[in-house]
């Protein structure tokens, strides 16, 4: 009967499954806005819950020296992203600290997660998860520190609070997940509520923020473009596209909804719009930009 379970639902769970429930969440925000906030208090324990279970894909003994290595060195990479979303986000006159926020955090798990991954293509599936994890875990100490700096005149920036946060939010649940692969294997099966999790994080963060989307649209195309520059770069690197394209759907489900809870957390929920903004359109182009570099390719 566990055999026709995941027979069902597995296919469910793949590449189509969580843009899906990205659309829905915004549909949902739009329709039932009010419905949505009541819902937003939680944000932080849904997106605990989320990390826990995709963590079920990772095997830590997996992890290859070359995979420690790239994590390092996106680091300097990711120090690069950040600065030139900043300089983007202190153009902008419309709520300069939102901006500046969104511009960091979105740029934070993603973009390294990205750079690490067109270096690891050869590798496992658990391992390439590895290096998102990494360079993630990585980014705790680097995000308060460079918020508490560069956004001392726009925003009190708590970065002892946000690092504890972020902490709690990566490190514990991969601690956990990692402990019950191992007393409990048939937790596993708790991987498949991974688009109802991200559907219930999205929902309440859209409705909160959705107000001031008009304030934020030219930011989040700004972003979004940098971002969409940096990813077609990557793919021209990546040799073994079909996997790219598995890989990508990991860092979407990782780091989605990550950005978006830090954006609404620290910042506003408006802020944290463009993050899920660009998530959606990636998904929406990323089939595209992958079928052109093969084509070329070939």
Same mark, same amino acid.
């Given at each position: 009967?566990?055999?026709?379970?995941?027979?069902?639902?597995?296919? =469910?769970?793949?590449?189509?499954?969580?843009?899906?429930? %990205?659309? +829905?969440?915004?549909?949902?925000?739009?329709?039932?806005?009010?419905?949505?906030?009541?819902?937003?208090?939680?944000?932080?324990?849904?997106?605990?819950? /989320?990390?826990?279970?995709?963590?079920?894909? =990772?095997?830590?003994?997996?992890?290859?020296?070359?995979?420690?290595?790239?994590?390092?060195?996106?680091?300097?990479?990711?120090?690069?992203?950040?600065?030139?979303?900043?300089?983007?986000?202190?153009?902008?006159?419309?709520?300069?600290?939102?901006?500046?926020?969104?511009?960091?955090?979105?740029?934070?798990?993603?973009?390294?997660? &990205?750079?690490?991954?067109?270096?690891?293509?050869?590798?496992?599936?658990?391992?390439?998860?590895?290096?998102?994890?990494?360079?993630?875990?990585?980014?705790?100490?680097?995000?308060? +520190?460079?918020?508490?700096?560069?956004?001392?005149?726009?925003?009190?920036?708590?970065?002892?609070?946000?690092?504890?946060?972020?902490?709690?939010?990566?490190?514990?649940?991969?601690?956990?997940?990692?402990?019950?692969?191992?007393?409990?294997?048939?937790?596993?099966?708790?991987?498949?509520?991974?688009?109802? /999790?991200?559907?219930?994080?999205?929902?309440?963060?859209?409705?909160?923020?959705?107000?001031?989307?008009?304030?934020?649209?030219?930011?989040?195309? %700004?972003?979004?473009? %940098?971002?969409?520059?940096?990813?077609?770069?990557?793919?021209?690197?990546?040799?073994?596209?079909?996997?790219?394209?598995?890989?990508?759907?990991?860092?979407?489900?990782? &780091?989605?909804?990550?950005?978006?809870?830090?954006?609404?957390?620290?910042?506003?929920?408006?802020?944290?719009?463009?993050?899920?903004?660009?998530?959606?359109?990636?998904?929406?182009?990323?089939?595209?930009?992958?079928?052109?570099?093969?084509?070329?390719?070939?």
């Amino acid at each position: 009967m566990g055999k026709n379970w995941n027979g069902f639902f597995t296919p =469910l769970m793949g590449l189509y499954t969580l843009e899906i429930s %990205l659309w +829905a969440a915004v549909v949902f925000a739009v329709i039932f806005p009010e419905a949505g906030k009541l819902l937003f208090p939680y944000n932080l324990p849904i997106q605990f819950i /989320l990390l826990y279970v995709s963590f079920f894909d =990772l095997d830590l003994r997996e992890i290859s020296r070359s995979a420690w290595k790239t994590a390092v060195i996106t680091l300097a990479i990711y120090f690069v992203v950040i600065a030139v979303s900043w300089g983007i986000a202190s153009q902008i006159e419309t709520n300069p600290a939102a901006l500046a926020g969104l511009a960091i955090i979105i740029t934070a798990p993603y973009g390294i997660g &990205n750079i690490a991954l067109s270096k690891e293509l050869g590798v496992k599936l658990s391992t390439t998860s590895a290096v998102v994890v990494l360079s993630t875990v990585a980014s705790i100490a680097v995000i308060p +520190a460079f918020s508490s700096y560069a956004l001392a005149k726009t925003v009190p920036v708590d970065a002892q609070k946000m690092f504890i946060e972020l902490f709690v939010l990566i490190i514990v649940p991969l601690v956990l997940a990692q402990i019950s692969k191992k007393l409990v294997p048939k937790l596993a099966i708790l991987r498949e509520t991974r688009p109802l /999790l991200m559907f219930l994080l999205i929902w309440p963060i859209t409705s909160s923020g959705i107000q001031r989307i008009s304030d934020l649209t030219f930011a989040a195309l %700004l972003v979004i473009a %940098l971002m969409f520059v940096l990813y077609y770069v990557l793919q021209r690197a990546a040799s073994r596209l079909a996997r790219t394209e598995r890989v990508e759907t990991i860092l979407v489900r990782k &780091n989605t909804g990550l950005a978006a809870t830090l954006a609404a957390t620290h910042f506003t929920p408006a802020a944290a719009l463009p993050a899920i903004a660009y998530s959606i359109v990636l998904n929406l182009v990323q089939g595209a930009i992958i079928r052109m570099r093969r084509g070329k390719s070939q």
